[in-house]
């Protein structure tokens, strides 16, 4: 039972500290984004091939995949505040080593480090998200995620407006964008460390209040596997829009690098929005209902999107956006309330998930365009939402108080 004191605690959220470290979530995928901004640069200047610009981004979202989870973990049995700007600067020498990379291997090497710094960050900043929510559960995350969504959401601009016109040195530009998230995220740290003196001093932990009933590991272990289904079908299709789908309409269309960028930007744009849009949402409506809404209402669109006329792409590439990420920062949010008690193991296993499907999904949509063509290969992605489906098997939610005990 959750005492007076900790619901009163709960329902007081740090909204300072909550747009703080959503503002550096901007900063940390702004400089992920600059890696698919940079393709098309990549691919005239390095000659790459898609498969290669595929195994890039394979290379950067992996290593995120894989160590998020695993900060996670650690970080539920022994938090890390100082780990956060310590993450940073290892994203900052990552830009540093991309800007001047001469080699298709030194270029990995540097994403590498800049998925490390992803890494480190995510699964921390998603604690630093919880501690300052109260019972602003949803909303919260979604100020965290759409932080992180519009950094991403700048890649298409990054390309059309810095890398096109100064090419891969112009990564360069992005050193200060490291250096800022360094400052702010040292003085979140502080913060953050005086909450765990707090805690440690009460012999109390803040309490994650759950909006989904009791449920057997079988139930909780069933309802994981199908929330990874859905965002594996979420990121492959993402994935698809945002890294490869610029080509499309450069081949199909006719557009220049930087027109179609902007097309892009709309897509990520929107999905910003539904991210930001999404949490709120799910605190009136249920963590369950979004995810559903999230799930049906792109699939005619994702169908339909390959075979419209330009002036339609930009329509249909707006609502998919708003529509597909609705849910993005409502997984995470379920996620850690079907396992309470592991809030940065299950935050960095979504999180992480999504970069590594997203990863995997690069890997396989280069090697088809590759080999099949680029209409085909945007046609087959289209049918990839159909398998969020299995969404519709998971278990209800009911909505949290701050006097819930």
């Excluded at 803040?206 to 289904?229: H, W």
């Excluded at 979420?234 to 027109?259: A, C, H, P, W």
Aim: net charge positive; hydrophobic share 55%.
């Amino acid at each position: 039972m959750t005492s007076t004191k900790e619901t009163q605690n709960l329902a007081n959220p740090v909204y300072p500290i909550m747009f703080a470290i959503g503002a550096c979530h901007l900063l940390n995928d702004t400089l992920q984004a600059v890696i698919p901004a940079m393709f098309p640069v990549l691919e005239k200047e390095r000659g790459l091939s898609f498969t290669q610009l595929g195994f890039i981004f394979f290379a950067l979202n992996m290593v995120a995949s894989v160590l998020q989870p695993v900060v996670g973990y650690f970080s539920d049995k022994k938090p890390m505040p100082y780990a956060l700007p310590i993450g940073m600067m290892f994203s900052l020498i990552g830009m540093a080593g991309l800007a001047i990379a001469p080699s298709y291997w030194l270029i990995l090497v540097s994403v590498i480090l800049l998925g490390f710094g992803s890494a480190v960050f995510h699964p921390e900043g998603s604690r630093v998200s919880f501690l300052a929510a109260g019972t602003k559960r949803g909303l919260s995350q979604s100020i965290y995620q759409v932080g992180g969504n519009s950094g991403q959401a700048l890649a298409p601009l990054i390309s059309a407006f810095v890398l096109v016109p100064l090419g891969q040195k112009g990564a360069a530009v992005f050193i200060v964008v490291a250096a800022l998230g360094i400052i702010i995220l040292s003085r979140i740290s502080t913060w953050y460390k005086k909450q765990l003196d707090l805690e440690k001093q009460n012999n109390r932990k803040k309490v994650l209040l759950s909006s989904i009933g009791e449920l057997t590991k079988k139930q909780i272990g069933f309802a994981l596997t199908l929330l990874l289904i859905i965002i594996f079908a979420r990121s492959f299709y993402v994935t698809n829009v945002t890294s490869f789908y610029v080509f499309y309409l450069m081949d199909d269309y006719g557009l220049k690098i930087e027109q179609g960028q902007l097309y892009i930007f709309l897509f990520m744009a929107l999905g910003a929005a539904g991210t930001f849009f999404g949490g709120p949402m799910a605190d009136r409506i249920g963590r369950k209902n979004v995810i559903v809404l999230s799930l049906i209402v792109p699939l005619p669109l994702c169908v339909m999107l390959p075979y419209m006329p330009l002036w339609a792409v930009g329509v249909l590439l707006a609502l998919i956006g708003f529509f597909i990420m609705l849910s993005f920062s409502v997984t995470v949010i379920y996620a850690q309330e079907l396992v309470p008690s592991k809030i940065g193991t299950m935050a960095g296993l979504t999180v992480g998930l999504a970069f590594g499907m997203g990863a995997i999904g690069a890997v396989v949509i280069g090697a088809l365009m590759d080999s099949i063509g680029i209409f085909p290969t945007m046609v087959i992605s289209s049918f990839l939402p159909f398998i969020g489906l299995v969404g519709l098997a998971l278990p209800k939610d009911q909505k949290i108080t701050a006097s819930a005990n």
